[in-house]
């Protein structure tokens, strides 16, 4: 059974920056990603990386928010700069076997959820 455990969200005013971590525990999957929900609002793709490297970035964030990964460690990270009141929501980690699997939210594996704020 995979365990997917986040780390890192707050309370951060506009302009700031934020850095999300998420731990795999349980097994190796080849694929890990970032969503967030915000209030009123369907969950939404932020980022996702493969295990070599490829990534995918919804519009809004491109040029703010970079993902990455510790293989190693089983690890990815959202590091989030500029942060914007409009990326204020619950951040949600997820894992699947396919970069394609995490794009479009087929994971069966998601973390509890983190709570980003950014204050205006």
């Known amino acids: 059974q995979v365990q997917l455990v986040e780390s890192g969200g707050g309370l951060v005013q506009a302009g700031g920056s934020l850095r999300l971590s998420c731990a795999a525990s349980?097994?190796?999957?080849?694929?890990m990603g970032w969503f967030r929900q915000a209030p009123g609002k369907q969950r939404e793709l932020v980022a996702a990386?493969?295990?070599?490297?490829?990534?995918r970035y919804v519009d809004s964030v491109k040029g703010r928010f970079t993902i990455s990964r510790d293989n190693a460690k089983n690890t990815v990270y959202l590091q989030m700069n500029s942060l914007k009141p409009e990326d204020t929501a619950v951040y949600y980690c997820?894992?699947?076997?396919?970069?394609?699997?995490?794009?479009?939210?087929?994971?069966?594996?998601w973390g509890q959820g983190t709570q980003v704020t950014v204050s205006s």
């Open positions: 997820n894992a699947h076997g396919s970069l394609y699997g995490v794009v479009s939210g087929l994971s069966d594996y």
């Open positions: 349980g097994s190796r999957l080849n694929a």
């Open positions: 990386i493969s295990t070599g490297g490829s990534t």
